[in-house]
């Protein structure tokens, strides 16, 4: 199966390489095909030229900016029409695409940057395919971790959590190594013990099947160490600073989303 990723930034660059990575075959298109030279030393085809590069795709991976992905939809309404075509761009609703292609070949996903080592949460829905070509495209996102089908009303609130849930994720990781170097310890130990610690605690929460709480409560001696972190942790209202900054990203995409809606690009 011959998949073309048009954009090949940061996402659709980790994407391709998820993709090469389990054997497809992969064209990768960006303006500037200098800055992707290191994907065609995997095996993936580069190509400036996306008009052309669509041509040949059984899939096409549209992993441009939101409004961008707009236009070249409009621009490749026909031969999109007649291909599979996943949209990765945030806040674009499938009702914007279809417009120029009809909603029967679309599906709109969202996934994170971990995709690029596998280990990203993907959510897609595409209302108007049938299943067959469905599950192909399941089988495709699933080279970039774990994948779950929802309905397009939950797509804002899902980016706002698992597509930007990395770089918050990151920003606490950055936290806790700068913490260990402020009590001594050397750099690469505190980080290390920081993503793993991060690793372990996403794990145990995967595989017990437990309420997060629950499990944090099993860490808190009582009398003990952790308590007066947590205390500390409180006491800065990490919670409703959490709870704020996802429901910030949430109105800002669904702020783009009606704005796009209203566009003719
Ligand atoms: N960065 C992330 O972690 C995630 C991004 N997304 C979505 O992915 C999309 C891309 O985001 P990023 O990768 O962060 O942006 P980016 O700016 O790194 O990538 C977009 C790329 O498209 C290229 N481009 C623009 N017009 C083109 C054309 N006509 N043909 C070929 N290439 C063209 C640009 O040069 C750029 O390299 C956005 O819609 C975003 O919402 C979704 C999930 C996560
Ligand atoms: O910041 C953004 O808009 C994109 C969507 C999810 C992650 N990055």
Same mark, same amino acid.
């Given at each position: 199966m011959n998949i073309t990723v048009v954009g090949a930034g940061t996402i659709g660059e980790a994407?391709?390489?998820?993709?090469?990575?389990?054997g497809y075959d992969v064209t990768a298109t960006r303006r500037n095909v200098s800055k992707i030279e290191t994907l065609a030393g995997l095996g993936i085809r580069v190509s400036s030229k996306s008009e052309e590069a669509i041509l040949d795709a059984d899939v096409v991976i549209l992993s441009l900016k939101p409004y961008d992905?707009?236009?070249?939809?409009?621009?490749?309404?026909?031969?999109?029409a007649e291909r599979t075509t996943i949209s990765?761009?945030?806040?674009?609703?499938?009702?914007a695409m279809a417009r120029y292609t009809g909603d029967g070949r679309l599906m709109r996903?969202?996934?994170n940057i971990a995709a690029r080592v596998g280990g990203g949460f993907t959510v897609f829905c595409a #209302? =108007?395919?049938?299943?067959?070509?469905k599950r192909e495209c399941r089988k495709i996102l699933e080279c970039f971790g774990e994948v779950m089908e929802v309905e397009e009303k939950y797509m804002d609130a899902l980016t706002a959590i698992s597509g930007s849930g990395p770089a918050y994720i990151l920003t606490?990781?950055?936290?806790m190594m700068y913490a260990g170097l402020k009590v001594g310890l050397p750099r690469d130990l505190a980080l290390k013990a920081s993503y793993e610690t991060i690793l372990g605690s996403a794990k145990l929460v995967s595989e017990s099947g437990?309420?997060?709480?629950?499990?944090?409560?099993?860490?808190?001696? #009582? =009398?003990?160490?952790?308590i007066d972190a947590i205390y500390e942790l409180e006491d800065s209202g990490i919670?409703?600073?959490f709870m704020r900054a996802i429901e910030s990203a949430t109105i800002k995409s669904r702020k783009i989303s009606e704005e796009i809606a209203s566009r003719d690009p």
């Open positions: 994407i391709s390489v998820a993709l090469k990575n389990r992905v707009l236009a070249f939809v409009k621009r490749n309404a026909r031969v999109l990765m761009a945030a806040a674009l609703p499938i009702s996903a969202m996934t #209302p =108007g395919m049938q299943e067959r070509e606490v990781m950055e936290a437990n309420h997060p709480s629950v499990l944090k409560d099993l860490v808190v001696t #009582p =009398g003990g160490v952790t919670r409703t600073a």
